[in-house]
T-cell receptor, first 115, second 112 residues
């Protein structure tokens, strides 16, 4: 099993360009998440999904869009990149555990630089 | 503001010593989890403790939870150089949906 796979691993953009980060998981997990990690800030939740076709906003959703057309994939889009979106982006997934939020399985991260 | 705050921000110890990291949070939780992140890598789940539990063990890891003080601690016993990493606590807030809120992390360095 590959687990959670993120592509691309590295990307450099110019201000105003658009791009999509792809997250794929092969564990049949219901829930998927996009976080960003900045120095001294820990991880902050951007958007998440509790199932195919559903998405919800997290703590820092502005400037990002997401889609979950297939259960195994969760896409994060930047329509018009800004330098403030320079960060490391992590995708994670978890399985349904009823009332409890279970452990998250993380990808290896996608490092994005916006010039 | 962050739901979870770890203390200390950085910790340097000698191999064989114990390492203790603390996490404080602000609101009622369903569970609290600890994760580890090696430099340049993704996070890896270490242990989950539910709100009705007070202590949990996994190998060299011991986690405690005090819901009255809204705090948790992670103890790594007999540390090894390979334990060098950043450690994060994450909380599942009661009624907050199926998501975790992460703290800012503790950077642990274990020296030979």
């Amino acid at each position: 099993n590959a687990g959670v796979t993120q592509t691309p691993k590295f990307r450099v953009l110019k201000t105003g360009q658009s791009m999509t980060l792809l997250c794929a998981q092969d564990m049949n997990h219901e829930y998927m998440y996009w976080y960003r990690q900045d120095p001294g800030m820990g991880l902050r939740l951007i958007h998440y999904s509790v199932g195919e076709g559903t998405t919800a906003k997290g703590e820092v959703p502005d400037g990002y869009n997401v889609s979950r057309l297939k259960k195994q994939n969760f896409l994060l889009g930047l329509e018009s990149a800004a330098p403030s979106q320079t960060s490391v982006y992590f995708c994670a997934s978890s399985y349904w555990q009823g009332a409890y939020t279970g452990e998250l399985f993380f990808g290896e991260g996608s490092r994005l630089t916006v010039l | 503001s962050q739901q979870g705050e770890e203390d200390p921000q950085a910790l340097s110890i000698q191999e064989g010593e114990n390492a203790t990291m603390n996490c404080s949070y602000k609101t009622s939780i369903n569970n609290l989890q600890w994760y580890r992140q090696n430099s340049g890598r993704g996070l890896v789940h270490l242990i989950l403790i539910r709100s009705n539990e007070r202590e949990k063990h996994s190998g060299r890891l011991r986690v405690t939870l005090d819901t009255s003080k809204k705090s948790s601690s992670l103890l790594i016993t007999a540390s090894r150089a390979a334990d060098t990493a950043s450690y994060f606590c994450a909380t599942a807030v009661t009624g907050g949906g199926n998501k975790l809120t992460f703290g800012t992390g503790t950077q642990l360095k274990v020296e030979l």
